[in-house]
Each structure stands twice: as C-alpha cells, then as structure tokens.
C-alpha cells in the first residue's frame, strides 16, 4: 500500500527563485498526455462533444525546487462546442521534508475529495468520469488554495487532510475562501495480492447562498448552460457535499504486471441547494465498477452509476434522473499508450441528451511519465 506520490512542476515559481539556492538547475521534466476520441451520439452531462473531437490533452512541467520544496504546471488544451479552451488545472509548490509526516501544498491542484477527484483524468479506466462525478464536480474539481495532509503514524496507511480554496471554480461567489474540505483516506494489504482504501470526505460551499442558477442539460434549458466560461464547471451544487469511497485491488502475488482486477465504488450526497430548499431537496448519486486486466496488455471493465437531481429553478426544483452503465475494452501496448472501445447505455428522465453511444478514445503519453496513484 502506498499514498498518493506528490510529483510536482517548478514553471509557475522559476522567475522568482531565491539566488542563493544552486539546487534549481531550471530542468524540470516535460510531459505530454495526448487524448482524441470519437463519439457516435452527444449524451446527457458530458463534457464530450458528438463526433471527432480533442479530449483531455495535458503539458506538465515537474521538477524539484530545491531540498524543501517541488512544484508542478499543467495546462489542459480541450475542445467543447466546436471551439478549443486552454485551461491551467495545475500549478502548485509541494513541501517534501517538513517534520511529522505533514506536507503542504499551494497553489492551484486538484481537490483530494473522493477517489477519482483527485486523479488526472487520463488516468481512468473509462472514457468519461461517472455522473455523478460530472454533475456534482464537473467531472474533476480543481481550484486554487491550499492543502495540509497528515500522514499518521499507523501500522496501516491513514492519511488526515484539509483544503481551503477560493471556491470560484465550484461556484461563483463573493467569498474570500468559498470551499473548505476535510478528508481521511486508509487502507492496507491482505496477503501478497490484496489491497484496499478507503475514504470519507466532506467539502463545504460557502458560496453556494443564494445561489439559484438553471442547471446544464435541463429539458427547459440547451445543454451545457451554466454560468462558468469552461467546459468542465459543476451544474449542481449544495453547501454541503459528503463522499464515501472504497476500493479493492486483487492481483496474484502482488504481481500487477499480469493480472490484476480492481472493484471500485463512490456515494455522493449534497444538501441545503440554495435558500428555498427543504429536507428534500438533495442530490444524491453512485457508481460501481470492475475492471480486470486479463492479460499484461489488455484489460475489460464495466461501470454502473445512478445520480438523482433537483434542478433548481428559481424557488422550486424540478426532478431529474439518469442511470447509466458502461463497458470497456482496453488494449495499452505499454504504460504510455492505450486505445479504448466504449458503449454507454443512458436512461434518463428530465434531460434531453440522454441516449446510447460508442465512443472510441486513445490516451498517449510523450516525456516523463510518474507512476499513478494507488
């Protein structure tokens, strides 16, 4: 079992860099993760284009600052109705020797909120993140703050963490510090080929009062309308979010390289959405999903989620549902490289998208390439 490792860029702070400290040579390693897919129909909640069409594509920059500290810069060129967005989702500094186990990071990063959030999104083993993820997170919410995470001194891994972030990137607002998150992740091994985590976190919207914004794919509505100018903002919000997550991983004698089967799951409720609503008025949504890699190069997998929304308009709230289940092949010739064949089923009551697609995707990586998290 191991934790997340904190592998970081060093563009954002390079002009600023303390003269006397020789340690920065300014060569940090250079990575690109290239994402182009084919999408037979458009669907309801994604952040996919119908049609050819430019995913995720990512540049990083990581390297050491000196001995206390590491950075990372990553930028995120995507395509979304039919023009091309450049987004910077990363761009932080990492402490790497502060005593007691602690670190700290600053800067913008992807919130550690769940299992998946806090993963870059080539890293998954579907083309797009569940539902529920894509309406209550926008598939992955990063934002600019910062992190204290506490390594405990266990006989197991169990890790403690707190965020605070401008929240603008969740919710628009007047706050100073919108979104504050606490979060606790543990786990350990069973034998040479088990391992498990799992993880409860809770994230609080401060800027969500008052908020009565008409939510995207909402029958009323044309799709993706919201109040953010990028592609990946959340339709649904709640002043308070809660997420429970578990995760098994099976591999024999621990060998990864050959065979290895991974179930995965995530529960995700959001309360008090704005100043109309009642006890009622919640989102509330889940997945589940296996993947097995059967063979060193080829893996096959299958997800199934549910999210139930209330759409706010205004003083009321409408309902909305969708369920949707996935299957996946994979082949990757090596770490750097996969092709993907997806079909995803949807049936939805309240939006207008929801439909059955085929969706073909390749993710390839140039340059430094980190090992992923657990």
Known sequence: MRSNSFRAGIALLAFTAIPTVQANELNPDISVVLDGYYKQNPTALSHRDEGFGLGHTELSLSAPVDDLFEGRLTAVLEEHDGESEVMLEEAFLQTTAMPWNLSVRGGRFLSQVGYLNSRHLHEDDFVERPAAYRALLGSHYFDTGLRLNLLLPTPFYWQLGAEAFDGNRLSEGEE????????????????????????????????????????????????????????????????????????????????????????????????????????????EGWYASAV???????????????????????????????????????????????????????????????????????????????????
């Open 176 to 283: 100073d510090i919108g979104v504050y998150t606490v979060n606790t992740r543990f786990g350990g091994d069973i034998g040479d080929a088990q391992s498990w985590q799992a993880g409860l976190s809770y994230l609080h919207n401060r800027q969500t009062e008052g908020h009565t914004e008409e939510p995207a794919g909402a029958e009323t509505e044309p799709a993706h309308t919201h109040s953010h100018d990028h592609a990946h903002g959340a339709g649904y919000t709640g002043q308070n979010l809660y997420i429970a997550d578990l995760v098994w991983k099976w591999s024999p004698n621990g060998n990864t390289r050959q065979q290895q089967l991974t179930l995965s799951g995530e529960y995700l409720y959001a309360d008090d959405l704005n100043e109309y609503a009642t006890s009622d008025d919640t989102h």
């Open 292 to 374: 097995y890699q059967f063979a060193p190069q080829w893996s096959a997998g299958a997800r199934y989620g549910q999210v139930d929304l209330r759409a706010v308009h205004g003083d009321h709230f409408h309902d909305q549902s969708l369920k949707e289940s996935d299957v996946m092949l994979a082949w990757s010739h090596s770490h750097f490289s996969t092709v993907r064949l997806q079909y995803t089923h949807q049936d939805g009551e309240g939006f207008d998208q929801a439909d059955n697609t085929v969706m073909v995707q390749y993710v390839m990586s140039l340059g430094a390439h980190g090992a992923h998290g657990f």
